[in-house]
């Protein structure tokens, strides 16, 4: 989880280091600063936090859950991907292995814009460059990596991003996703309560016989997330598979055109090459789809020693 939260690190914005996720932030009219690392003993993580927001600590314990993915099931998920003999070896080296969240819908989907066609570590630097140029940096914070406020919705869609680094395309594109959000067009945040934990997803999906109005009403508020966010010049499949995995918290996410992820498939079996090819095989690892992915990507990113992928 910190490897990969690590490599997306937001400069100026959050950190890792020293075994904790660090981030300052505002919330319901506070600021402060999190630190957020697992216990040295116990099966739990511990959350330190500094400056006024501490007043809302018990608030704060939902949006960290679904950060680090605490509600998930990782018995029911490693079985069902395990049906798989794909995944039986990636399961077993990586039991437990959860899909890393987001503090922000917003901050994820201007991460996955500028992260289109290059690699993260590219990415990562253009997003530090936003958060210099637009964002705000809080004055007499003491931790220098965590010193800066994200860009609002409205300035950077009101920002002069002549030189970024990104090609005019992508810049329009983000800066009409930051307006339509801006304006109140785009809804890209879910609402606490719609956040069903995994572990009572898997049971209602065991489970034919239960009532499916709650299943059925999270699926049609994720459709039309979907498609509000696709339907804006210059998102794709990709970029909405990859924040309904870890911003709308949706298990069953499947980002099919992610290069990585293509190409893990194809090594596996040459005939998959295409993502049309691939698409009978990755059916079989639902409803835990997102999970697959980050297992293979996980794979990667052990192999060469890195936070590739995603």
Known sequence: MLRFLAGRATPGVEAVEDGAWLRAIDFNGASGTLAVRRHARKRCL????????????????????RIFDVAADPVAIGAGLATDPWFAPLVAAAPGLRVPGAWSGFELVVRAIVGQQVSVKAATTIVGRLVERVGKRIDGHAHARTAWRFPTPAALAAADLAGIGMPGKRVAALQGFAAAVASGELAIERAPAQHAAPRAASK??????????????????????????????????????????????????????DLVLMQAIAARDPALVRATQQRARTEAWRPWRAYAAMHLWNEIADRAGAARGG
């Open 204 to 257: 209602r999906r065991n489970c034919p016989g239960e009532p499916s109005a709650d299943r059925a009403a999270e699926r049609a508020t994720l459709d039309a997330m979907r498609a509000g966010l696709l339907a804006l010049p210059g998102i794709g499949p990709w970029t909405v598979e990859y924040v309904a995995m870890r911003a709308w918290r949706d298990a069953d996410a499947w980002p099919a055109t």
């Open 46 to 65: 511990v959350v330190e936090i500094d400056g006024p927001v501490s007043a809302h600590a018990a608030a704060l314990a939902a949006p960290l859950a």
